[in-house]
């Protein structure tokens, strides 16, 4: 091969973190997508569609975003710094600012589309992935957190995942104790990376020459660990004075109340110890995990502050499905995932093409997929069947010479 050749070939393949997808695995994929947005319409979401790159300052850090070095950044015309969409939630913070900026009451929006991360150093994660999510805004109350979860719920539910597990927090636990606790920026740095991989005995290590109080530390030691039931939440309670924490832990208990009410609960564990993957979550955060893949297949919290950056005061709860993950997780558990594979290959002759087209024209007005194609006739019909096999097709209609239709079902799962 030489090197033209090389080069040529080489632009077959796409660049590292993002990927195609095709036949089969798109079609189930775009049937997932349309069981959880149909879902989302269900619960009173109306689509918002956001542009695919936006200003730099969108999600710049004071937004508690995505950090800037996972971003991937461009220059416009007007030298102004653009990145491809990291996150969909600032980008529907702006457009409630913006067009809904005298609605008081509640909002309810969904919309899907790709984010785009700079995943180097990361073996395996994809740069590009495919989101599905939905926002309640202007509603501060424990019910609208409620109804995010049990969205979340319904929508695996529906997808046909059975084996899943939620883990519910609250951003105010942590804050409030490390407020409590005196701890600099730094030091909050590195107790949440501790505490996100469940290290209890380097929180401990860390905190052993601090003047903390004591309840604060031992709580702060247990939290990678503390999942919450009524006695490890009247443990907090023991423990603590910032009223902030204090909040918190009554915001979760009146959840699980809420959830006990949907009869939600089984898929459900209260972690005290799950920290939001952004700093802009500032109420319950949540977590989806399933067998099969190491990441969430869904997350969400609730985020009061952010709105506000962009001149609306307004609070707000989100949750996201990572549609990539989800459908790594539904293999895993060998859900059958049902495509509508009815498309008909109508074959004919130059001499029946009116009556060929007649046919297509019948099949489509009634809602079935054709492929129109004259036959070739130096191609065999053992070879279209081959053919129709490979594409999936539920069937051919051949129009022989004589103008005769024969049906030939196509056994394409063989």
Known sequence: MNNKQSFEHSL????????????????????IRGIIEQEMRLYGFRDIHTPGFEFFDIFNKERGTVPSNEMFKFFDQYNNTIVLRPDH????????????????????????????????GYQGKLSETTQIGAEIIGDASSDADGEMLTLMIECFKKCGLNEFQIDVGHAGVFHGLVREAGLNED??????????????????????D???????????????????????????RERVNDEGTLRAIERLDTLHDILEGFNMLDHVTLDLGLLGQMDYYTGVIFKAYTYGTGEAIASGGRYDSLMSQFGKDAPA???????????????????????PDEDVLV???SANRTRAIELATELRDNGTPVFLMRK???VSLEEYKAYAARRSLAEIRYIDDTGEITIFEVDYRS
Not at 317 to 335: N, Y
């Open 187 to 208: 030091e909050i740095a590195r107790l949440r990376l501790f505490i996100q991989n469940k290290n209890s005995h380097a929180v401990e290590e860390m905190l052993k």
């Open 347 to 349: 074959l004919y002759r």
């Open 89 to 120: 939630t600032p980008q529907i913070a702006r457009c409630v600012a913006r067009y809904y900026e005298n609605e008081d009451m509640q909002l309810r929006l969904c919309y899907t589309g790709s984010t785009f991360r700079n995943q180097r």
């Open 12 to 31: 077959l393949f796409t660049p590292q973190g993002v990927r195609d997808v095709y036949g089969r695995e798109c079609r189930e994929q775009n049937v």
């Open 210 to 236: 601090r003047e903390i109080p004591g309840g604060v530390r031992e709580v702060l030691v247990r939290m990678p660990e503390i999942f919450a039931d009524e006695n490890s939440l009247q443990f907090v």
């Open 376 to 378: 070739n006739a130096d």
């Open 317 to 339: 709860v989100g949750v996201v499905f990572m549609l990539d993950q989800l459908m790594e997780g539904l293999r895993s558990e060998k859900v059958d995932i049902s495509t």
